[in-house]
């Protein structure tokens, strides 16, 4: 079975810091990726994707993300956070081929400090 | 000019009491999604619809019914409810079923008593 792992529950950063939150998949074929941000006490909204193509994305808010197939990871990173970027993060797969089943990780709570 | 819309937004009721949770989209999408984010942030999907039809029915119990009057529209019902069912439920929409970006509804958190 899919599933996505999230290696930091809660991470803790400094404004001027720069980040990187770590994604690993499992599957064996060909995948779709994303990350998704939620600010508190909002909704799910779409940072940036993976369909094919360039493996490094660039997204909004000056967040990308690289695909490492041979990983099987798609780590989402930001050379300098502001205390705006605090918010869950979940990085989500959908294989290709599958009926649109999105796997969630569990999140990553980002904290940044003023 | 929202995009995916729910209703309502937040819910409390009793148990055993039988409540409906509203979506709507007005991307013109073809497939809409139910999610269940638990109290840790884990969100899960529940059920998947395709132009009104379902495709995705992940173990949920029966007490959950989803129904599609149409394409841009796909409720959830809970009958019984159980105090284990609060949570947050997103609605989410995509074009395609298989590879497209699902864009999210604004949650409905849900608290039973």
């Known amino acids: 079975a899919q599933s996505v792992s999230q290696h930091n529950h809660h991470v803790i950063l400094s404004e001027a810091a720069s980040l990187e939150l770590g994604c690993n998949y499992s599957?064996?074929?060909?995948?779709?990726l994303f990350w998704y941000v939620q600010y508190p006490g909002q909704h799910l909204q779409l940072l940036l994707k993976y369909f094919s193509g360039d493996p490094l994305v660039k997204g909004i808010k000056g967040f990308e993300a690289e695909f490492i197939k041979s990983k099987f990871s798609f780590n989402l990173r930001k050379p300098s956070v502001q205390w705006s970027d605090t918010a869950e993060y979940f990085c989500?797969?959908?294989?290709?081929?599958?009926?649109?089943?999105?796997?969630f990780g569990k999140g990553t709570k980002l904290s940044v400090k003023p | 000019d929202t995009a995916v819309s729910q209703t309502p937004k937040y819910l409390v009721t009793q148990m055993g009491n039988d409540k409906s949770i509203k979506c709507e989209q007005n991307?013109?999408?073809?497939?809409m999604y139910w999610y269940k984010q638990d109290s840790k942030k884990f969100l899960k999907i529940m059920f998947s619809y395709n132009n009104k039809e379902l495709i995705i029915n992940e173990t949920v119990p029966n007490r959950f019914s989803p129904k599609s009057p149409d394409k841009a529209h796909l409720n959830l019902h809970i009958n019984s409810l159980e105090l284990g069912d609060s949570a947050v439920y997103f609605c989410a929409s995509s074009q395609l079923a298989r590879t497209d970006t699902q864009y999210f509804g604004p949650g409905t958190r849900l608290t039973v008593l």
């Open positions: 599957y064996g074929g060909t995948v779709n």
């Open positions: 991307l013109g999408h073809d497939t």
């Open positions: 989500a797969v959908n294989a290709r081929g599958s009926q649109g089943n999105l796997i």
